[in-house]
Each structure stands twice: as structure tokens, then as C-alpha cells.
């Protein structure tokens, strides 16, 4: 079955940019998202990048996808202490709109 | 204002006792779905919804049911709770199955002693 990964933990200074990384097993999947959950609150939808994509900016956000490779990566720059949540990798197929999520990369952001 | 209501937010309850938290989205979405959250597993699907009438199954079903009659409501039903049931839960709504955006609920936290 598919499978979502991510690592655990990332720490990053103030100021700094933040790359937080996700792997994924389906070469099928057409959607690739990034959510972000503070503490607390429910999942907030950052952005999202269509399987045909490589690339997407949004302001201080980039999504990387490398397909052949399965990876996608989401960086933050200029980080802040506001950014320090839960940020959840997910994929899904074209039809049913089924998400799977990976275990979520805890971001602390140190002033 | 567009929003994915949930209610509970918190809940404890203990085994076997029936509940049902509601879900409930003002955006005429067609699809809504039902997730669990868990350390160290992520957030996994428990049932979804097509539309009026139309549910499935998710990853995780056993223990629960969904009902789908209005649009706007998917309740999550728990018959028979039992302490491993006991996790966060999020609903979540979009336009179709195949848009690219869903929206989240703020979660409900459910203890089962």
C-alpha cells in the first residue's frame, strides 16, 4: 500500500530557512499537499502541487517535488516563531479525494 | 463565514457507551471524510463521503459508522466505544472528490476510559 514518511523533528533559528522533507511510495499519486497544525487546532491547508508540477512558490513557501524520486519538500524562508507547528505531508489519488498522511514534521523555531 | 464545525471539541467517555460527534460544513461541499489522528501514525481516514447517501470505507473503518442524509452533516458514530478508539478525530470537507483542497474541522478530542 502506499506509505507517507517524514522525519520527526526539525529545529531552526530565527530568520533562518526551513527545508522539511517527505517521501512517498504511490507513483500514481496526483496531488501532493502541505498542511500545517498548530497547537491545539485543527490542519490548516498551505499549499498543494499537482504531480505534473516541479516546482510551486507561494510567498515564503516553495514546494519541491522530484518524481522520480518520490520526494517533496516544503521550505520556509525567513522563518518565524510563529512558524513552529506540526506540518503534515499528504497525498492523494485523482478520484475519492483520500488523503494519506505522513506521522507530521514538528517544527520549533528557536528566537 | 466558511467553516467546518465539529462538536464535541472534547469528549470522555467510558467503554460501551454509545456517541456520536457531529460534523457539520456551510460550503455546499459535496465530499466530506473522517480522520483519526495518533502519534506516531499520522492522521488516517476512517469513512468518506461522495455525497447525499453516498459513503465508504477508509483506511480504518472497524468501530464506526457515518451517515450522509443532508449535505451539510456527516456525523462519525461510535456504537461501542472501546479505549483504543480513544484519539483525536478531524472532518474534513471539499467541493468534489476530485478538488484539490480540503478543508479541516478543529478536531475532537475523545478519551475512552
Known sequence: GEDVEQSLFLSVREGDSSVINCTYTDSSSTYLYWYKQEPGAGLQLLTYIFSNMDMKQDQRLTVLLNKKDKHLSLRIADTQTGDSAIYFCAESYNAGNMLTFGGGTRLMVKP | ?113
Not at chain 2, 18 to 27: A, F
Open chain 2, 1 to 113: 463565514e466558511a467553516q467546518v464545525t465539529q462538536n464535541p471539541r472534547y469528549l470522555i467517555t467510558v467503554t460501551g457507551k454509545k456517541l456520536t460527534v457531529t460534523c457539520s460544513q456551510n460550503m455546499n461541499h459535496e465530499y466530506m471524510s473522517w480522520y483519526r489522528q495518533d502519534p506516531g501514525l499520522g492522521l488516517r481516514q476512517i469513512y468518506y463521503s461522495m455525497n447525499v447517501e453516498v459513503t465508504d470505507k477508509g483506511d480504518v473503518p472497524e468501530g464506526y459508522k457515518v451517515s450522509r442524509k443532508e449535505k451539510r452533516n456527516f456525523p462519525l458514530i461510535l456504537e461501542s466505544p472501546s479505549p483504543n478508539q480513544t484519539s483525536l478525530y478531524f472532518c474534513a470537507s471539499s467541493f468534489t472528490a476530485d478538488s484539490g483542497e480540503q478543508y479541516f474541522g478543529p478536531g475532537t478530542r475523545l478519551t475512552v476510559t
